[in-house]
């Protein structure tokens, strides 16, 4: 039930949202709705309840092991966007704060789902949300980047659609009665048909992984992130990925049972990598600080679907490696919105020399970037270091050494664009800009403060959590 | 009824296929796709042989209403507010979509062999029919310039979705079917509205505009 009500509260807090009158104390509901979710997910972490194995729903360990990070960034991004909509108090903000509590409401349902049709759902109602975000700012190119997404996004979720129904009639032809929750499927085990399950992993890899950003999926991704607000690339990067994440992982616990485990984890080591490769080539030629980052979570999500095929180590250290993200990635979007807003411009050429002009931000933003590049004591560093012994412990040695390889030309291309927009004389346009932005402790806080949990995090990584992520680990894989 | 009926209204969807690869007019290609919703509307009321439940009636008006009315009069909408009647340049021309079409039926039929039945499915062609419309849904998102072609390509693209939902029609309870048509209806819906948003932006409809965005 309360579990439940980590679905409903949210959903709540959006039909408030629409039908509030005040344009000025609407955002509120933002940061209100967010402390209650919180709290009520951390009351679940400490007092998990227990979950029938046949339900639908259900705050499982996989959704202990992940959700309250979402939460997490979602009160964060809350925070922000109370000052951030009082920035654009010409723009009507109804739409924006109903939306952004729906997708809360959806982002718990998904993490949650046991059942293929239920995440399903779960993700087409995000993908849908998220639209009338995308274009708030009312630019063509907001547009631009709108249409992309839906095209994009649209096609991966209606492939990841005929994935499910693959798998639906996998199991139906093993003699299945119709039974989609995910515990059900795999109970069947070797009795599930091999030509459709091999069909519906190749489709649901596709379908979920263009929702993660896998490359050659990733197209969507810069265009997103470049255009859509801070807190919106902020919810993408570590909210929605990680739903298609653990979609990912339910379904690869399906094709385990099924004794496809070796043939799917050969698949993500693939795609893992080359999402790698194409992240890092891009990081060297990137000029616009805001798709740099898009494309850093390329390079993140390639890590993730890596760790996720080294069995259970590797599985545990991705979902740490899913909070470092969130939590990472979010203070970088936000101090990148600020960036934005200062200079007028999230191009490299125009926007240098940030350190006179927004001296805060730019702390948070070279932090950030360092922290992302996995550079101790960060908790990205900590477990991109448990994803590589993982890996050593496989006898994965070559991918250990393109990861590596990867991971230090991203950070030879993120460096260069984000020290150039740190130093510098900045341009007479980007000071007459800056003139009208204040770095007030509003747009500050919020993202230090997640810089702060990540750097926790990474310093002391509470036994509570490393035992939450290794109990979901051995609910996926049980025997691995 | 017989799987006669049923395998002469798949072969209705694929012929529909064709034709919408072939056309160059957005008018003739939208009433092909609504052409395509109604004959997919009608089923599953086929497919159940006699014993019709409220559950398939409700889908079947459902489908026909989305897919059949509702969406292509959206479409017309979008066409007419941007005065678009043609698509000019496709990336695929049109002969070139027909033969990879025609091509991609071949080996949708050839695919569905791979994969095995269950006995009460064995002689119905729902599976290369659903292949063949993904198929074509992608060549017409790949190949065609016009957002209002797109949005068709990938309305056909749901429609062999939709196809091989009708495989699972008994087994999955209800409410996963009902939220998944009301899905594909909000999303193709929501399609519809950001066409009318790009067009006041872009004016001519088309998206090889749509190129500032790049590396």
């Given at each position: ?94 739409v924006f704060?109903?939306m952004l509590?729906?997708i ?22 995000v993908t849908l949300a998220t639209v009338p975000l995308l274009h708030f700012n009312g630019t063509?190119r907001a547009f631009e980047a709108t249409w992309k997404y839906l095209l994009v996004g ?66 969507w991704k810069?265009d997103t992130y470049g255009e859509a607000p801070?807190i919106v690339g902020?919810l993408l990067?570590?909210?929605v ?240 | ?189 929501v399609?519809?509205?950001i066409?009318?948003r790009i ?14 965005l790049?590396?």
């Amino acid at each position: 039930m309360r579990s439940l009500l980590l679905i409903i509260l949210p959903l709540i807090g959006a039909a408030i949202a629409a039908m509030w009158p005040s344009n000025r104390t609407r955002p509120w509901l933002l940061p209100a709705t967010a402390l209650a979710h919180t709290a009520l997910t951390m009351w679940l972490f400490f007092r998990p309840p227990a979950v029938a194995g046949n339900a639908w729903v259900g705050f499982d360990a996989l959704a202990r092991a992940v959700l309250p990070t979402v939460s997490l960034l979602f009160l964060g991004c809350a925070a922000y966007a109370v000052p951030y909509l009082r920035i654009r108090e010409e723009r009507q903000n109804r739409v924006f704060v109903t939306m952004l509590l729906a997708i809360l409401g959806l982002l718990s349902a998904g993490h949650q789902a046991r059942q293929l049709g239920v995440l399903w759902i779960a993700t087409e109602g995000v993908t849908l949300a998220t639209v009338p975000l995308l274009h708030f700012n009312g630019t063509p190119r907001a547009f631009e980047a709108t249409w992309k997404y839906l095209l994009v996004g649209g096609t991966g979720i209606a492939l990841s659609l005929l994935g499910s129904f693959c798998l639906g009639y996998a199991s139906l032809y093993g003699g299945g009665r119709g039974d989609l929750t995910f515990v059900a499927l795999a109970a069947q085990g070797v009795n599930l048909s091999r030509p459709w399950v091999l069909a519906a992993w190749v489709l649901l890899l596709v379908g979920y992984g263009t929702k993660m950003g896998l490359a050659p999926m990733h197209t969507w991704k810069p265009d997103t992130y470049g255009e859509a607000p801070g807190i919106v690339g902020a919810l993408l990067a570590g909210g929605v990925t990680t739903v298609a994440f653990t979609a990912l992982l339910r379904v690869r616990s399906v094709l385990g049972a099924a004794g496809e485990g070796a043939m799917a984890d050969r698949t993500m080591v693939a795609i893992g990598l080359f999402s790698m490769l194409v992240a890092a080539t891009f990081l060297l030629g990137s000029r616009n600080f805001k798709r740099m980052l898009a494309y850093s979570s390329v390079e993140q999500m390639g890590i993730l679907i890596l760790g996720a095929a080294l069995g259970g180590a590797g599985v545990a250290a991705a979902l740490f490696h899913v909070w470092s993200n969130a939590l990472t990635k979010g203070s970088l979007f936000l101090s990148a919105g600020n960036l934005r807003r200062a200079a007028g411009s999230a191009l490299v050429e125009e926007a240098r020399g940030m350190c006179v002009l927004a001296p805060r931000s730019t702390g948070l933003f070279v932090t950030g970037m360092f922290a992302i590049t996995a550079l101790p004591p960060f908790a990205p560093f900590f477990s991109v270091l448990r994803v590589v012994r993982a890996a050593l412990t496989e006898g994965h040695h070559a991918a250990v050494a393109m990861l590596l390889g990867c991971m230090l030309f991203a950070f030879f291309g993120m460096t260069r664009v984000v020290l150039r927009v740190a130093e510098g004389r900045p341009k007479a346009a980007a000071r007459e800009n800056a003139r009208r932005f204040v770095e007030s402790a509003g747009v500050i806080w919020p993202p230090l403060t997640m810089l702060g949990v990540s750097l926790w995090l990474g310093l002391f990584t509470p036994a509570v959590l490393l035992n939450a992520w290794t109990a979901a680990a051995a609910q996926l894989f049980p025997g691995r | 009824m017989s799987n006669g009926t049923v395998n002469l209204l798949i072969g209705l969807v694929m012929g529909l296929n064709l034709i919408a690869l072939g056309s160059s007019r957005l008018p003739s290609l939208i009433r092909t796709i609504s052409a395509q919703g109604v004959t997919l509307g009608v089923m599953p009321l086929v497919l159940a042989k006699g014993n019709i439940e409220w559950g398939l009636v409700l889908v079947a008006l459902g489908t026909v209403a989305g897919k059949g009315l509702i969406i292509p009069a959206l479409l017309r909408k979008a066409t007419r507010a941007a005065a678009v009647e043609q698509e000019n340049e496709p990336y695929i021309g049109f002969v070139s979509s027909l033969l990879l079409g025609a091509g991609g039926t071949i080996a949708a039929v050839a695919l569905a062999g791979a994969l095995p039945l269950l006995p009460e499915h064995a002689g119905v062609l729902l599976v290369p029919g659903a292949i063949a419309s993904v198929l074509t849904g992608f060549i017409l998102l790949i190949g065609r310039t016009k957002a209002i072609s797109q949005v068709c390509g990938f309305l056909i693209l749901e429609n062999g979705i939709y196809l091989f939902g009708m495989l699972l029609i008994r087994s999955t309870p209800l409410m996963v079917e009902s939220g998944i048509l009301l899905d594909v209806t909000v999303g193709v819906f929501v399609i519809g509205i950001i066409v009318d948003r790009i067009q006041r932006a872009f004016d001519s409809l088309d998206t090889r505009n749509l190129t500032t965005l790049r590396e």
